[in-house]
């Protein structure tokens, strides 16, 4: 039953981004349909998505990770509607990433991984740790854009791609929030490693862990520049992707190591 809804959301999306894109042209002061359209999408993704996680054997695949960080970014966007610092118009990019991963989630195959029984501690280490690299890549996918928009207004060029973007202060603050988002759930991920996880720290775990506290730290670093130096575009660009390279090593370059080099599992 999935996988109807899978289509319906990525159209609902497709059709905000449209939508939002007309009403910003017309400088609508709340873009109401486009608002109501993302809602709708995040429904039927929701639904999609339960499966997955909720179901009687829950066997999501990097796919359906990469579903739920999408969902969480729309979360975050129509979540903004409800504070005075509102970056739904953000989703002139955020929605269409969001279609994409949809898209590839309906089409692609991606075999998931049984979530065995397990202690209640672990299996939070486990789904804090993806979500935590989910989010803090997609973070990097926006750092992306960040990175173009400063390129071009630092040189005065009102390139045409930029007439068909958000405000840079509206992805930034969307970025950060990504970041703060990614950051709390790697910090979960950490301390609950280091108490539920015997071995944390034992050699075939060793470097993922201190991989892991190094992008922690960086992206500390950069969320307090950010309070209290206001760092802010090719600054933040840089550290971003500094952290999510370092989690990258993490979390696959260590993978392939330890299975494909040393034969071994997580496990």
Avoid at 12 to 24: K, V
Avoid at 136 to 162: E, I, K, N, T, W
Avoid at 223 to 251: K, M, N, P
Wanted: glycine share 6%; with cysteine.
């Amino acid at each position: 039953m999935h996988d109807f809804f899978l289509p319906i959301a990525a159209a609902c999306y497709l059709l905000a981004t449209l939508q939002l894109y007309r009403e910003l042209i017309a400088d609508a002061a709340t873009p109401r349909t486009a608002i109501a359209l993302t809602l709708l999408g995040a429904i039927f993704h929701a639904l999609a998505q339960s499966t997955h996680w909720f179901g009687t054997e829950p066997s999501p695949s990097y796919l359906n990770v990469l579903s739920l960080c999408a969902l969480t970014v729309v979360l975050l966007l129509l979540g903004s509607l409800l504070t005075p610092r509102r970056i739904f118009d953000a989703g002139l990019i955020a929605l269409p990433i969001a279609t994409l991963v949809l898209l590839a989630e309906w089409l692609l195959p991606a075999p998931g991984q049984l979530m065995e029984a397990r202690s209640a501690g672990v299996s939070l280490h486990v789904i804090s740790s993806i979500m935590a690299f989910g989010l803090l890549s997609l973070a990097g996918v926006y750092a992306l854009f960040v990175a173009l928009m400063d390129h071009f207004l630092r040189r005065h060029q009102l390139h045409p791609l930029m007439r068909a973007l958000p405000a840079l202060d509206v992805l930034e603050a969307l970025l950060f929030g990504l970041i703060k988002a990614g950051f709390a759930l790697l910090t979960l991920s950490l301390a609950s490693g280091f108490l539920f996880v015997d071995d944390v720290l034992a050699q075939h775990l060793a470097h993922k862990t201190l991989l892991s506290i190094f992008a922690w730290l960086l992206f500390g670093t950069l969320l307090w520049g950010r309070r209290y130096r206001g760092w802010r575009g090719q600054t933040a660009v840089r550290l971003t992707i500094g952290g999510v390279l370092l989690l990258a090593l993490s979390y696959f370059g260590s993978k392939w190591v330890l299975e494909v080099l040393l034969a071994r599992s997580w496990s």
